[in-house]
């Protein structure tokens, strides 16, 4: 630790500051990491698709629409210069683009020049609080604000009209919210999709009591009510780390396309953000509390929670798993330890591919992601070459 951060740093601080410059190294940490993880959370709003365009443009941006934008919310957002689309990566094979997310930022100011340089409607980087709109849909709220590498997560699953999903951590229902908008694109306000063939499904789950009663809610006031009145979403709570009876009843209805688990972790920026809003002389109990043993056991959960969705997934789906955390046993080590688990439960390896004995599947990893396939599947990529594994 440099002697200008040895000055600022309490005693209580320095075990955590002391444990990521460790595995960082003390330049990348206090000039990069660290710097990053204290700035203010920018948020992106997701536009509730489900809702009237005109509506939920004055939620979001507080003026009417301009000229000739009625009924094309796209358009007048990403034609307006207060506000950035987010550029997703491309994904292979992409769906339409009436499937994607409409997720927006307002930009930074340039240094040395006010937010009013660049920010027409409003000199914060943040969006107004999403409020009830009108809609075809029924009364729905307009938009969900959220930091925007959850869309990105949600975007990386790549869900597709009438698809089988499980959010296995859900509260408090954001991404549940976007992942839903492209299960059902038909319902979409703006759309010009038909019905799907398939008629989706998504569960939410929550082990939470008090968090799982907050997503139900959400999850209510965003999204069609037919979906839920046909149990086409439905939320559960259930520990997802334990066997058991209800742990069987959820997997008894598997066979998801595409599983999220975004695990619970020790999100280091909200330990640094809850300690610099203490008052001074004061440290909060996040920073503290915080002990590496933490994401020891937190790493144990995730695991078990990992495993879980490779059971639910069927064969061809993906699984997504994502942290908040920059700490690599909450990360890397997680899947060394999935992997570990998945041939202790009698699955052999060759090279980069598991293989069930049982079942007559296997494991295909690619980066980000596990895909199950079949043993058709498996032949033809045995066949291909090294470069084309990678």
């Known amino acids: 630790m440099t002697k200008t951060k040895r000055a600022v740093a309490t005693p209580i601080e320095q075990p955590f500051h002391k444990h990521f410059v460790a595995i960082?190294?003390?330049?990348?940490?206090?000039?990069?990491?660290?710097?990053?993880?204290?700035?203010?959370?920018?948020y992106a709003a997701v536009v509730n698709r489900y809702a009237t365009t005109s509506d939920t443009w004055k939620a979001t941006h507080g003026p009417p629409l301009p000229p000739n934008t009625e009924g094309d919310d796209s358009g007048a957002l990403k034609n307006n210069t207060a506000f950035h689309a987010m550029t997703f990566p491309s994904l292979s094979d992409a769906a339409d683009p009436e499937h994607y997310l409409q997720c927006?930022?307002?930009?930074?100011?340039?240094?040395?020049?006010?937010?009013?340089?660049?920010?027409?409607?409003?000199?914060?980087?943040?969006?107004?609080?999403?409020t009830v709109v009108s809609s075809l849909n029924g009364r729905l709220i307009s938009h969900w604000?959220?930091?925007?590498?959850?869309?990105?997560?949600?975007?990386?699953?790549?869900?597709?009209?009438?698809d089988s999903v499980l959010d296995l951590c859900a509260a408090p229902g954001g991404k549940s919210i976007t992942l839903a908008q492209n299960i059902w694109p038909s319902l979409h306000i703006d759309t010009s999709i038909t019905s799907a063939a398939r008629p989706g499904r998504l569960v939410s789950n929550e082990v939470d009591g008090r968090r799982h009663k907050r997503l139900a809610e959400n999850l209510k006031a965003?999204?069609?009510?037919?979906?839920?009145?046909?149990?086409?979403?439905?939320?559960?709570?259930?520990?997802?780390?334990?066997?058991?009876?209800?742990?069987?009843?959820l997997m008894s209805g598997g066979d998801f396309d595409k599983v999220l688990v975004d695990a619970p972790c020790s999100s280091e920026r909200h330990i640094i953000h809850t300690s610099a809003k203490t008052a001074s002389g004061k440290m909060a109990s996040e920073m503290s509390s915080w002990r590496t043993g933490t994401s020891k056991r937190l790493a144990t959960t995730q695991a078990d929670l990992l495993m879980t969705a490779l059971r639910a997934v069927k064969v061809g789906g993906q699984v997504m798993y994502a942290t908040c955390s920059l700490?690599?046993?909450?990360?890397?080590?997680?899947?060394?330890?999935?992997?570990?688990?998945?041939?202790?439960?009698?699955?052999?390896?060759?090279?980069?591919?598991?293989?069930?004995?049982?079942?007559?599947?296997?494991?295909?990893?690619?980066?980000?992601?596990?895909?199950?396939?079949?043993?058709?599947e498996v032949a033809k990529n045995l066949t291909m070459d090294q470069g084309d594994m990678e």
């Open 327 to 376: 700490e690599p046993m909450e990360n890397d080590s997680v899947v060394e330890k999935m992997l570990q688990l998945v041939e202790k439960e009698d699955v052999g390896r060759a090279d980069e591919i598991w293989m069930d004995r049982v079942a007559g599947s296997a494991w295909w990893w690619t980066m980000g992601s596990a895909v199950l396939l079949s043993d058709d």
């Open 145 to 162: 604000n959220l930091d925007g590498a959850s869309a990105l997560v949600a975007h990386l699953l790549d869900v597709r009209s009438g």
């Open 222 to 249: 965003y999204l069609p009510a037919d979906l839920l009145k046909t149990g086409r979403i439905t939320t559960t709570s259930i520990d997802a780390t334990q066997s058991g009876p209800a742990l069987n009843a």
């Open 104 to 130: 927006f930022t307002r930009p930074l100011a340039p240094s040395g020049l006010s937010n009013e340089a660049t920010v027409s409607v409003s000199t914060s980087t943040d969006f107004p609080q999403p």
């Open 24 to 42: 960082y190294g003390e330049e990348r940490w206090w000039k990069a990491l660290y710097p990053a993880l204290a700035e203010s959370t920018r």
